[in-house]
């Protein structure tokens, strides 16, 4: 322990010096329950300057944290003092992030040329509004764009509405993006909204048929203040943020986990009391605004009968709860669903996905939004972790959108037949 304490005084020493240059990805592999215990007290140390993009539960699958250049020596060898094993998932994060704004700034060049979006690249948040408004025009028979509110830093927030008439018919929900720096979950939600408009529009199986029983509700970007913040530029401290952009009792630490701010077992383990955490929850239940909007729309409709929310990554399809480790009521269909829906998803690459419960696939996580809407009644709740596994985690090339975006549908498109095909 002592080891561990000389670690962190040596990471707090360095970490106001922002040097993005060299930054590691580092794949940490616990192999006893004691590395797990160490990873986790690591982890809970918020002054560290690591960022835990996996966690900590167990010994089967690695735990990638990205480790600031100036720390790295240090945190190799605390590694190492504990006969923790590790390898390099990536050498060197601001390489990549500068590839990654390269990337952007060609297509976007490109995009302006050909007055067309290109599905194979990320976009901002101006863009992204730019292709709803561009969509909605061109499909105005099926879909509308609703206000739900506004954001901490006065953004407007849309959800895009498919609908084929009638009032008051059960809806689906689905949301990208409450964590802002998991890029392919926006991008997975623009090419989804092109593509169940473009399917009604030319007949293709079973969008017609799912859009005859109800309405579907899409919301691309629910966490518009730290999206924009991920693309202040191309270094680490803005790229990886995760959280809303909201004041905090701590001035050096804004912003609340949107992911842990829902009236669901609100400020229990599984969140954070310190600003400073990652998974800080907030002062108080829907102190944010934009969990506040999302579920005061979702409660005044009243009818929604699906919620489904987008992150990534490490490919895991997961149903309530998070909060316990007790099964919810409905689990065994749930389990079925999302095993069929996975099953769905792989039939196009291969690619394999994990189903379970939040608490038993990922980690502990109160006050979450799958299972907020699940404990108000909307029992088909899921929420989608997308690629990949830890090759790039957040990193994504933009050359794996689409193919993500057409798996992902897959699954999707089973969940939502499901839903119409059992009413309850
Ligand atoms: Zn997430």
């Not at 322990?1 to 990805?25: P, S, T, W």
């Amino acid at each position: 322990m002592r080891v561990y304490l000389a670690v962190i005084a040596l990471l707090a020493a360095v970490q106001c010096k922002e040097l993005f240059n060299g930054d590691h990805v580092l794949k940490v592999h616990a192999e006893s329950e004691d590395h797990i215990q160490i990873l986790k007290e690591l982890e809970r140390d918020v002054n560290s300057g690591l960022d835990f993009w996996t966690h900590a539960v167990s010994t089967e699958r690695p735990v990638e944290i990205r480790v600031p250049h100036s720390s790295l020596n240090a945190v190799k060898v605390f590694l190492k003092k504990n006969n923790i094993h590790f390898t390099v998932m990536i050498n060197n994060v601001q390489e990549l992030l500068v590839r990654e704004r390269e990337e952007m700034v060609h297509n976007a060049e490109m995009e302006r040329k050909t007055k067309s979006l290109n599905f194979a690249a990320y976009h901002d948040l101006e863009t992204i509004y730019k292709f709803m408004d561009t969509l909605v025009a061109k499909h105005s028979n099926l879909i509308s764009k609703e206000k739900i509110g506004s954001t901490f830093e006065n953004r407007t927030m849309y959800v895009l509405k498919f609908s084929t008439g009638g009032e008051k018919k059960p809806a689906i929900w689905i949301d990208a993006g409450i964590h802002a720096r998991e890029w392919i979950s926006h991008a997975t939600a623009v090419w989804l909204a092109d593509r169940i408009a473009t399917d009604f529009e030319e007949n293709r199986a079973p969008v017609p048929s799912i859009l005859g029983h109800v309405d579907i509700f899409l919301m691309i970007v629910a966490n518009p203040d730290g999206y924009v913040f991920t693309h202040r530029s191309p270094n680490t401290h803005y790229r990886f943020w995760r959280k809303s952009r909201s004041v905090t009792s701590n001035p050096k630490c804004p912003g609340v986990d949107l992911n842990r701010n829902w009236d669901a077992h609100f400020g229990e383990p599984g969140a954070s009391n310190d600003p400073c955490a990652e998974d800080y929850h907030g002062p108080s239940v829907q102190s944010e605004i934009e969990v506040k909007n999302i579920a005061d729309f979702i409660m005044s409709h009243g009818n929604f009968k699906s919620f489904m929310t987008l992150h990534s990554f490490m490919q895991v399809l997961m149903y309530p709860y998070g909060y316990s480790d007790t099964d919810a009521p409905d689990k065994t269909e749930l389990h079925d669903v999302a095993t069929q829906a996975s099953q769905a998803l792989k039939s196009w690459h291969g690619t394999v996905y994990k189903v379970g419960s939040i608490f038993h696939t990922i980690k502990p996580a109160s006050g979450a939004s799958v299972d907020w809407a699940y404990l108000h009644g909307i029992k088909y709740s899921f929420a989608f972790e997308l690629r990949d596994t830890g090759k790039y985690g957040f990193l994504l090339p933009a050359d794996q959108i689409v193919s993500t975006a057409k798996e992902t549908w897959l699954a999707l498109k089973y969940i939502m037949k499901y839903v119409c095909d059992n009413p309850y």
